[in-house]
């Protein structure tokens, strides 16, 4: 018997009887049903290998969260969880994951209802458009044209911090109840692997929007919407996630061999470099 199961043994009804913790232990995972576990530092260094970049895993010690919501709905952003990810998603349900720039809330893009549900968490509008989230630079022309797009744009700018538009066009596997009666959409593929893994797993869109009230700060840490977490069915905690509140950059590639920043975001010069390789140029400004 190691250790943690001498503790479990002797300390059966301390704290939580009821709530679930996940213990890592030499790359085993072990479900106890009733001890109370706190996260240690050491631990963290586990997510290398399960999802997190380097600088999310080593950053996740400085996001603390109370104990007590850790056991409810937090959990660690690694592929240890991925598949309870899909499955909420699957479900209707929101979730809330760390990306490359901004911590997001996330659902399938597919079901009216869990859209609608981030509209009424957030506050937004229907009338601003959700961003769509896919595993791989492959799967987008499932969902978008991008057969007039030079050959190797899209996989030059993605994984990474930017947001292409791009038309949906008629064949486009979305529902037309995302963003109705827009022929265009917006696409991310973060450079992030849990959400990645997710939306794979998931086979279909994620939709995507930053964990935040509308118009209120973006969010680096989950502590920084944790009056949301009781909106959410899970929160996957990737650490203080290193941006600057930006963003990713917003660029539209709807028009075949122009481009138009839409939102600087915080990738704005590498994605001019690419656009300009790639011999687009910028769209004069409508008079």
């Not at 994984?159 to 009666?181: C, D, F």
């Not at 991310?188 to 118009?215: E, Q």
Request: aromatic share 6%; net charge positive.
């Amino acid at each position: 018997m190691n250790i943690p199961e001498r503790i479990a043994v002797r300390l059966p009804q301390l704290v939580f009887p009821s709530s679930e913790v996940v213990l890592y232990n030499h790359n085993r995972v072990r479900k106890l049903g009733f001890v109370p576990f706190l996260t240690h530092k050491r631990d963290l260094g586990l997510g290398l290998g399960l999802g997190l970049s380097k600088k999310m895993s080593s950053s996740m010690e400085n996001c603390h969260v109370d104990v007590q919501n850790k056991l409810e709905v937090v959990r660690p952003a690694t592929e240890v969880y991925a598949q309870e990810a899909i499955e909420a998603l699957k479900a209707g349900k929101v979730i809330a994951v760390p990306t490359d720039t901004l911590y997001g809330f996330a659902c399938d893009a597919c079901s009216l209802e869990a859209v609608n549900r981030i509209y009424e968490m957030k506050g937004r509008k229907h009338t601003s458009p959700l961003a769509i989230c896919v595993g791989d630079v492959s799967q987008i022309k499932h969902f978008a044209v991008t057969e007039y797009l030079p050959h190797g744009l899209l996989d030059s700018l993605l994984p990474g911090p930017v947001t292409v538009i791009l038309r949906r066009g008629e064949s486009s596997a979305l529902e037309k109840s995302l963003n109705p009666g827009l022929d265009s959409v917006g696409v991310r593929v973060p450079d992030c692997n849990f959400i990645r893994v997710v939306a794979r797993g998931l086979g279909k869109a994620v939709a995507l929007t930053s964990a935040n009230l509308s118009g209120q700060p973006s969010s680096l840490c989950i502590k920084d919407f944790e009056n949301l977490w009781n909106r959410c069915a899970y929160v996957y905690d990737g650490g203080v996630l290193p941006s600057n509140r930006a963003g990713s950059t917003i660029v539209d590639l709807t028009r075949p061999g122009k481009y138009k920043i839409l939102r600087p975001g915080s990738a704005k010069e590498e994605t001019l470099a690419i656009l300009e390789k790639h011999s687009l140029v910028e769209e004069a400004p409508a008079i």
